[in-house]
């Protein structure tokens, strides 16, 4: 979904000035080609250019705007939450049909005051037929103040939000900060995340993708440590909807040298577990571990670790195959 082609939002002022100087530069290039018509009809007619050109400005470019939003009746799970996660759909769906009415209304005065037009009416009156004409339609156009100030933010929002593809296989991988998890993405796949050293590299979903036995694979690096609901940040809140909602398979990494206890990786998965999703558990990092420590660990574990990518790669190809 390509949220960067929503329209930019303008203020009231800046339309009205967009439509009215451009239906003046345009009036002049209509008078040009009416040189053989009289002088009085040749006024009215190029008066009703201008009030229709105002009247297509409007309708179009309000058109433009409303249409580039996305139909929340239409996102997927994923999105309608993350949507209204920072968004009241409700004052979105409100604004945007504002501006439609605006449009509507703004082609109804120009039909309107185009009928005022008599054809030998003189240069004085149709001036002031002129002014109530632009008087009117500033006025709607004003009252769009708030609503438009509500899309420039709305847009400011959406834009930011993942382009993830809802109908791939997708692999999440999950843990917390520093553990390991774009390193690995970046082995599983063409993408080149920011890797560094220190917590809290990862400032946004990274996407990658892969094809095993010719079908493609989508992987997201969850950044964060998603065991805090109530706290989450902007990215945070968007790791924990793809695993929620995106995720077939959840590659939870563990690391055994960072500044993270077991308890409390222990208690990450336990949030991971409450999404009922199938995990797969990969320790990171073991070429700098002892193998005492590493030993140790699994020792003390019922679950079954993986310890490189490859063998990795050979438990999403076995998600895959089953995966309807």
Sequence with gaps: MAFNKIQSVETPKFYLNTAFSRARKEEKKYRNNLKKVGKAKRTVMV?????NYVQDYFKNAFHKLVSSFPSTDQLSEFYSELLSTYIEIGTLKKSLSTISWAASKVDELARMYSKKLGQDMPYSEVLKVRKSFYGRVSSV???????????????????AFPVVKDNLFTVCITGFPNAGKSTLLSRLTSAKPAIGSYAFTTKQLNLGYSSFNSRKVQFIDCPGTLARPEKMNYIERQAYLAVKYLASIVVFVYDLTGEYSLREQDALLRKMEGFDKKIVFYVSKTDILSKEALTEFIGSRKENFIFSADLLVEEIKRGLASWA
Excluded: C, G, S
């Design 141 to 159: 156009i004003n009252r769009l103040e708030k609503h438009l100030l509500y899309l420039k933010e709305a847009r400011r929002v959406i834009v």
């Design 47 to 51: 008066e009703k250019h201008r009030f």
